[in-house]
């Protein structure tokens, strides 16, 4: 049974070792891509484009996206702006305001209010409700917490020039990067995705996502994909792999920034993980089998495809990584054996070094030092090993095809976390569960130096760290 434990305690690393390999490839298609000579299309033409804003209650910015996407630098006849709104606060009428004035003062840009008779399907209902009334060829689709620069239509419409062309997609940046470690902590995160992830496939092209906002879609394409479906709380993901296994070719414009908000309060991240991770794992139910069965598709495509599907899965990996590290701690104590079978997994220590560069590589053009990276990266694994139980219980649910409602991460605005009225004011099981395995790996840490157990003394810290911020966090935005 012990030797048992042990060999199970494998699984969980290889499949965390599987997926750091997969990052170093990434890493090299994405450095060699940055010695290409790239010629972006120049516009010589302007078709006409709808941008779509599903929003749902963003009384705190709602404005401010208005006022963006009206600043496009773009002919007024030639765009249309549909804001297809489900709220049930006074964001709708901050949107009415808006559209009044516009005609008070004789625009000729086409804002339209689009109201739904009933919020069926949540976000991926509302743009499906909205292309019924499209006058656009191109789809541009912004989030309500995002601020796209005037040149953004410019920027991405000359790409749809090639007819195999479905979907452009820009990258993230920050408005708020530097209002807490928090934020730094998200940016951290996301910069990895969308220079290393992001770039390193669509370099080698392999399948990429639309990010759900700060891009266009060809309408074209979403017709012929099977339109949005709110099967999944990633439509955005869904629609992207149905869209790439018809043969539409998607772009990514890492040069083209989309400023947007991070949530600065720990139950509105936790939201947004929550849909993030439950969606990957249910578009993986949905699309893997049809990614691996699909002839058309590449060996690499594949590969990569079916990884990228499964990357929430990484949270479950390291959940069960810690639970086995429990009883493991006990079993090699006085087992010299066992001890010396389980040495093996310095092995895989490897890890931390590809991850290290992985992220490295999108920190660095920041121009900050190297002392905060490393302060970034060690809080960022240690704040991700927190979140492991709250993510690893959405991955499940995903998996066994458990429905619940699209949650929208709340909006600040101003960073005002206090004063926010769609920020959750409860604390869940799921809370007092990560304080539940703060207090367990706090107590692991100090057998493992009671017993000098140095090769668990780091992992279990981290852990008491990472279950121990998020509870804090969590509680200190209650108040």
């Not at 901050?94 to 804002?111: A, E």
């Not at 409700?129 to 499209?134: I, R, S």
């Amino acid at each position: 049974m012990q030797l048992f434990f042990i060999l199970i305690y494998f699984i969980p690393l290889l499949f965390i070792f599987t997926y750091s390999i997969i990052q170093f490839i990434l890493i090299i298609h994405y450095l060699r891509s940055k010695n290409r000579v790239r010629i972006q299309p120049e516009l010589i033409e302007f078709p006409f484009v709808t941008v779509q804003l599903p929003v749902y209650n963003e009384k705190y910015v709602i404005e401010r996206l208005l006022d963006a996407v009206i600043a496009f630098d773009y002919p007024a006849d030639c765009f249309e702006i549909q804001v297809l709104d489900d709220s049930d606060d006074e964001t709708t009428q901050i949107i009415r305001q808006k559209i009044d004035k516009l005609k008070s003062i004789g625009s000729s840009i086409d804002l339209q209010l689009i109201r739904r008779p009933e919020r069926a399907g949540f976000k991926a209902g509302a743009l499906a409700y909205g292309l019924k009334f499209a006058k656009g060829e191109f789809i541009p689709i912004f989030d309500a917490d995002f601020v796209p620069s005037p040149d953004f239509l410019k920027q991405t419409i000359p790409h749809f020039q090639d007819p195999k062309v479905g979907v452009v997609q820009t990258r993230w940046t920050h408005l708020n990067e530097d209002h807490s470690l928090l934020t730094k902590l998200q940016a951290f995160g996301l910069d990895a995705h969308f220079f290393i992830e992001q770039g390193g496939r669509n370099a080698n092209k392999h399948y990429i996502n639309f990010n759900g906002t700060a891009g266009v879609w060809r309408k074209a394409t979403i017709e012929d994909a099977g339109g949005w479906s709110a099967d999944t709380l990633t439509e955005d993901l869904d629609l992207s792999y149905r869209a790439q296994m018809k043969g539409w070719e998607f772009v990514y414009r890492e040069d083209v920034g989309s400023p947007a908000e991070l949530p600065v309060a720990m139950n509105a991240i936790k939201s947004q993980q929550y849909r993030w991770m439950k969606g990957g794992a249910e578009c993986f139910v949905k699309n893997a089998s049809k990614l691996l069965k699909n002839d058309a598709v590449k060996p690499g495509d594949k590969f990569h495809g079916f990884f990228h599907l499964l990357n929430s899965s990484v949270f479950t990996a390291v959940l069960l990584l810690a639970l086995l590290s429990i009883p493991v701690m006990f079993m090699t104590v006085n087992n010299s054996f066992l001890y010396d079978l389980f040495k093996w997994t310095a092995v895989f220590q490897i890890n931390w070094l590809i991850l290290g560069v992985f992220y490295w590589i999108s920190f660095r053009y920041k121009g900050k030092s190297v002392i905060e990276f490393f302060w970034r990266f060690f809080w960022f694994l240690t704040f991700m090993m927190g979140l492991s139980l709250h993510n690893s219980i959405a991955v499940f649910e995903g998996w066994i095809g458990r429905k619940t409602p699209f949650v929208r991460t709340p909006k600040f605005g101003k960073d005002d976390w206090k004063s926010n009225v769609y920020v959750t004011k409860s604390i869940g099981a799921v809370t007092w569960g990560e304080f539940a395995l703060c207090l367990t790996f706090l107590t692991m840490s100090i057998l493992d130096i009671i017993y000098l157990n140095y090769g668990m003394m780091l992992f279990h810290g981290m852990l008491t760290l990472g279950f121990g911020s998020v509870v804090y966090f969590t509680f200190k935005h209650l108040r």
